[in-house]
C-alpha cells in the first residue's frame, strides 16, 4: 500500500506486530520526500474506540521553513484516553517493554495536561472493555525497568531521576486519578 501527501510518500512495511489485548496492530511505516527515504515512524493501527479527541496544531520546527505546507490542526487520539491506554498497558500482563509509559504518564501530568477525572472515565472504560486486569492497577515497578527509568527521566529532564521517587509519584498519581 502507497499514499502520498504533497511531495511526501507512505508505504507500508511488510512487517507488524500484534497487539492482542488492544486490538491493535503496530506497523511501520517509510516516510519519503521527494522519492529520497526521510524516517520511519511506527503507527498503531486499532478500532475506533476513543471517545475524545484533541486537535492538535502542529508545531514542527523547520516544516515551514522548507516551504512543507502544514495543516491547521490533526486530530488524535485526546491526551486522557491516550494516558488511560498506557496505565493499561504498562500495568497490564503484556507490558514488557512499557517502561516509557510510566514517565509519559508522569510528563503529562507534570505539564498539568492531564484531566484526572477524565482520564478516571476513560480508564474505567478502557480496563473494563480489555478485561485483563482492574482498575486501579497495581503500580508496583519491575526492578528491571529501573534503569531504563533512570536513564528516560535523565534525558527528558525530570524532576526526579531515581526509581524509587519515580515509583512513589506513579503510585500517588494513580492513587489520585482513581479518586478523581
Known amino acids: 500500500m502507497q499514499l ?17 489485548l488492544a486490538d491493535t496492530v503496530r506497523v511501520g511505516v517509510a516516510v519519503e520526500y521527494k522519492t529520497r527515504a526521510w524516517q520511519t515512524i511506527e503507527v498503531d493501527l486499532g478500532p475506533g474506540e476513543a471517545r475524545e479527541v484533541d486537535l492538535v496544531t502542529p508545531a514542527i520546527e523547520g516544516v515551514a521553513e522548507m516551504g512543507l505546507p502544514i495543516t491547521n490542526q490533526v486530530r488524535c487520539l485526546g491526551i486522557n484516553e491516550q494516558v488511560a491506554q ?4 504498562c500495568t497490564g500482563p503484556q507490558r514488557q517493554d512499557r517502561a516509557r509509559d510510566i514517565l509519559d504518564i508522569l510528563v503529562v501530568d507534570m505539564l498539568g495536561q492531564l484531566n484526572r477525572v477524565r482520564a478516571r472515565a476513560a480508564a474505567e472504560r478502557i480496563f473494563g472493555e480489555r478485561n485483563t486486569h482492574p482498575f486501579p492497577p497495581e503500580t508496583i515497578i519491575p526492578p528491571e525497568w529501573y534503569v531504563e527509568l533512570e536513564t528516560l527521566a ?9 526509581a524509587a521517587a519515580i515509583q512513589k509519584e506513579f503510585t500517588n498519581l494513580i492513587a489520585a486519578i482513581a479518586r478523581a
Do not use: I, N, V, W
Open 154 to 162: 535523565a534525558e527528558l529532564g525530570y524532576r526526579t531521576t531515581k
Open 4 to 20: 502520498s501527501f504533497d511531495e511526501f510518500t507512505f508505504r507500508l512495511k511488510p512487517e507488524q506486530h500484534e497487539m492482542e
Open 86 to 89: 498506557k496505565l493499561h498497558a
